[in-house]
Every structure is written in C-alpha cells, then in structure tokens.
C-alpha cells in the first residue's frame, strides 16, 4: 500500500512530466500523449510513467521510443523541478487499461448479442 507521501510525490511527477513535454520535449514522434498514471517504488528510486498516445499502433511506439530516449533530459529537468535528495530513473511504459477495456466491452456485447438471437431464436421454434 502506497503512502501518502509516496501518491503526492506521484501526483507532482504526473504534473512535471506532463508539462515538460508539453513545453521543453521538442521531438516530433512525441506526438500527443496523455500520462495515465505513475508509479513509484517504495525508496522512491524508480518510478514508472505509463503514457498512452492518440493515433494508431506504430504512431504509439514511435512515440514510445522518443520518451525513452528523452528520459535523461525529462529527468534532468525534472530534477530541477522537484526538491527531493534523489530524482527517481524514469520507464516509460504503454498504457493498455483502455484497449483491454475497449476489447471486454466487445466481448460483453457480443455475448449479450448471442443471447438475444438465441432467446429469438427459441421463440420462432416454440410457435
């Protein structure tokens, strides 16, 4: 279980990194990318940064390969930033939360639909 001063320090890397790519990251293949989430370990040495971007596949993991590469820079600015004795080594990571969720509700659909054209089914054979 996280602490609290663990989900602040979580909270505050979400905001800096959001706004060091949004102002200082100038590599095109970022594109636009929303951070989801951030993870810190428990001694506050690594923290993982689950991003997710707009557009296709390919378009994610260009944009992937562009903050891994940035990663020294982010966290050399976001050193700057926060007032803390060690900056954590930054991992980015693709975020799938969304896709997972996107591709249950299609099973849930498709379920929900067969059930339908089965009770509808039934039905036409009883009468």
Do not use: C
């Not at 929303?34 to 923290?47: E, L």
Request: glycine fraction near 6%; charged fraction near 30%.
């Amino acid at each position: 279980m996280a602490s609290i001063k663990q989900k602040r320090l979580e909270g505050i890397i979400r905001k800096d990194i959001s706004d060091i790519i949004q102002f200082d990251l100038k590599d095109p293949d970022v594109g636009f990318v929303t951070i989801t989430d951030v993870k810190v370990s428990s001694d506050h040495s690594y923290a993982t940064v689950y991003v997710t971007f707009l557009g296709q596949s390919p378009r994610a993991q260009a944009g992937l390969r562009a903050l891994n590469r940035a990663r020294g820079f982010i966290r050399s600015q976001l050193s700057q930033m926060l007032d803390i004795r060690r900056t954590p080594e930054l991992t980015f990571k693709l975020d799938t939360a969304m896709e997972n969720g996107r591709h249950i509700d299609e099973i849930i659909a498709k379920i929900h639909q067969e059930e339908a054209e089965s009770k509808t089914d039934n039905g036409n054979e009883e009468q």
